[in-house]
Nanobody, 124 residues
Framework: QVQLVESGGGLVQAGGSLRLSCVAS????????MSWFRQAPGKEREFVAY????????YYADSAKGRFTISRDNAKNTVYLQMNSLKPEDTAVYYC?????????????????WGQGTRVTVSS
């Protein structure tokens, strides 16, 4: 079992930045691909960013490209999401997720473990 705990969310003005962290416990995350998803009120959970086991590969939703950066520190069992140039439409609960690489990395059902989320609110 892997337990994931997100932190770093909060209220920020448009154009600002936040850095989300996801700390894992129970098992090392070095065997897992890691992603961030988000869910806005009244909307489905959507893929934001993925990082491969070693960190050598990253993938982003079009909405995140050029503004968000996902990274990982396997020694600290932690994954990060640096979010810059935030927009009001980035407002959502952000979730960290872990999976054994299998199936589309953009599909939430392919992830085994989820955190409880951290709320990000971007004011205009």
């Amino acid at each position: 079992q892997v337990q994931l705990v997100e932190s770093g969310g909060g209220l920020v003005q448009a154009g600002g930045s936040l850095r989300l962290s996801c700390v894992a416990s129970g098992r090392t995350i070095s065997s897992y691909g890691m992603s961030w998803f988000r869910q806005a009120p009244g909307k489905e959970r959507e893929f934001v960013a993925y990082i491969s086991l070693s960190g050598g590969g990253t993938y982003y939703a079009d909405s995140a490209k050029g503004r968000f950066t996902i990274s990982r520190d396997n020694a600290k069992n932690t994954v990060y999401l640096q979010m810059n140039s935030l927009k009001p439409e980035d407002t959502a609960v952000y979730y960290c997720a872990a999976r054994q690489p299998s199936g589309s990395l953009r599909v939430a059902s392919n992830y085994e473990y989820w955190g409880q989320g951290t709320r990000v609110t971007v004011s205009s």
